[in-house]
C-alpha cells in the first residue's frame, strides 16, 4: 500500500503524536509499504514539506508545547494525496482540513484519527477544567473536520467513550498506538548519583495536565522523601516552574529530556514510575515504563486512559489527592519483593497486550478495509 500520514508537526520528539506517527512509518516499511508524510519542519526524504504558521499572539506558547502549525497549500496536499492508496490524518487543524478536502477532490479514501484531547490545549491557558470549553473544543473539531470521516481511529476505550458522549456519529475503531519493543523488561544497578536512594520517574512533556507538581508534592509528603530522588524525564512549558518548586525537596528535583534508548536506561535503575496526569488519551510514556519493568502509580482520573494499564488497585491513586499518591508510593517502596514481582508481571501484559506487531497488523487491516471500499467516506 502507499499511506500518507498527515500531522503538521513530524520532527519533535517529545510529542506523543509525532512518536507514535515515526513508528508507525517505520514498521509499515518493514512490511514493503511505502510511507509519506505531510508536515512542516525539517526536509527529509518521503516528506511533502509544507510552510510553517506563526500563530498571533501565541506563538510562544504554542511552540513552548513542542508544536508548529503548517500552512495549508492545496496544490502540494493534492500531489501528495493523489500518489497515495490511503491518507491517515492524526490532527484535527487546518493542514488537516486541507488533506480531507483533497481526498474529497481525489476521491482516495481517507482515516481520521483522534489524538489530540481539547484538555491539551486548554490546560496550556489554565482552563482545562472548564467544562463549557472542553465540550465547546469537541464540538469544533467534530464539526470542522471529524463529521467528514466515516472511521475515527482512537487509541483507547476511553477516548472513544469521549466522543460518543460528544454525538460523534463515525463508526470508532480502537486500537492502541502500542508499546515499542525496544522498551523491555531491564534491570541494571544504579549510577552513582542516583545510589542509596529510591529513585522515582515520571515521563512526559512538563505541562498543566500532566500534573508534575502533583507528585512533587507528593514526594513532599512522603514518609520517605529524605531517601527519594524524583527525576522528570521531560521538557515543556512548566519546567522552570516544576525546577522551582522541586527545588523544596530534601533531594533536589532532577529534570532532564531523554532520547529513547537512553530512556529505557534510566528505567532500569528505576525503583518506582508514577503518572499523574488528569487528561490522556493512552499514555505511551506510561507503556514504556511497564513494559522496561516498572511498577506504575497511576492517576484513576475519568479523563485519562492510562488508569486501563493498571493491574490491580495498589497502581491507583485517587486523581489529584496528593496524599494518596504518597501512600501508594510509601506502600511500594516499603514491599520491594512485590514490587520486582509485580514489575515483571507488567512487562509481561506490555508485550501480550500491547505489542507493536500487533497493532501494526490491525492499523494495516484497518487501511485494506477502507482502501477496498468497504466503508464509504462521509
Known amino acids: 500500500m502507499k499511506i500518507l500520514l498527515v500531522l503538521d508537526v513530524y520532527d519533535k520528539t517529545m510529542n506523543g503524536i509525532t512518536t507514535s506517527a515515526r513508528r508507525l512509518k517505520c514498521e509499515l516499511e518493514k512490511r514493503g509499504h511505502?510511507?509519506?508524510?505531510?508536515?512542516?519542519?525539517?526536509e527529509m526524504p518521503e516528506k511533502y514539506l509544507f510552510r510553517n504558521f506563526k500563530f498571533p499572539i501565541f506563538d510562544k506558547l504554542v511552540r513552548s508545547q513542542g508544536f508548529v502549525f503548517a500552512i495549508p497549500d492545496s496544490e502540494l496536499m493534492d500531489k501528495a494525496v493523489t500518489w497515495s492508496d490511503i491518507v491517515l490524518f492524526m490532527m484535527p487543524f487546518p493542514l488537516e482540513k486541507c488533506a480531507v478536502k483533497s481526498c474529497k477532490r481525489n476521491n482516495v479514501p481517507y482515516i481520521g484519527a483522534f489524538h489530540v484531547q481539547p484538555e491539551n490545549i486548554l490546560f496550556s491557558v489554565h482552563l482545562g477544567n472548564c467544562k463549557i470549553l472542553i465540550d465547546f473544543l469537541y464540538a469544533l473539531a467534530r464539526s470542522y473536520i471529524f463529521k467528514h470521516c466515516s472511521i475515527i481511529h482512537c487509541p483507547s476505550n476511553m477516548i472513544a467513550n469521549q466522543l460518543k458522549d460528544h454525538k460523534y456519529k463515525s463508526e470508532l475503531r480502537v486500537i492502541s498506538n502500542g508499546v515499542d519493543p525496544m522498551f523491555h523488561y531491564t534491570r541494571r544497578e544504579k549510577d552513582e548519583e542516583f545510589k542509596g536512594k529510591y529513585?522515582?520517574?515520571?515521563?512526559?512533556?512538563?505541562?498543566?495536565?500532566?500534573?508534575?507538581?502533583?507528585l512533587i508534592d507528593a514526594v513532599m509528603k512522603s514518609k520517605h522523601a529524605n531517601e527519594i530522588q524524583l527525576l522528570l524525564a521531560g521538557d515543556g512549558p512548566k519546567r522552570e516552574e516544576y525546577q522551582?518548586?522541586?527545588a523544596k525537596l530534601p533531594n533536589p528535583i532532577k529534570m532532564k529530556f531523554f532520547q529513547r534508548p537512553d530512556l529505557l536506561d534510566l528505567f532500569a535503575q528505576t525503583d518506582l514510575y508514577v503518572h499523574a496526569s488528569d487528561a490522556e488519551i493512552e499514555g505511551m510514556s506510561c507503556m514504556e515504563a511497564f513494559a522496561s519493568g516498572l511498577v506504575p502509580v497511576?492517576?484513576?482520573?475519568?479523563?485519562?486512559a492510562t488508569s486501563q494499564f493498571a493491574l490491580d488497585e495498589r497502581s491507583l491513586f485517587k486523581a489529584g489527592d496528593s496524599q494518596d499518591l504518597a501512600n501508594k508510593i510509601d506502600w511500594w517502596l516499603e514491599h520491594p519483593e512485590e514490587r520486582e514481582a509485580m514489575g515483571k508481571k507488567y512487562a509481561e501484559f506490555a508485550v501480550e497486550k500491547y505489542g507493536l506487531e500487533s497493532?501494526?497488523?490491525?492499523m494495516e487491516d484497518l487501511f485494506r478495509e477502507v482502501i477496498a471500499g468497504k466503508s464509504v467516506q462521509a
Not at 511505502?34 to 525539517?42: L, S
Open 244 to 246: 522551582k518548586k522541586g
Open 359 to 362: 497493532v501494526v497488523t490491525q
Open 34 to 42: 511505502e510511507v509519506r508524510v505531510c508536515a512542516r519542519g525539517e
Open 298 to 304: 497511576i492517576s484513576d482520573s475519568p479523563r485519562s
Open 199 to 214: 529513585l522515582i520517574v515520571m515521563s512526559g512533556r512538563l505541562s498543566g495536565e500532566k500534573r508534575q507538581d502533583l
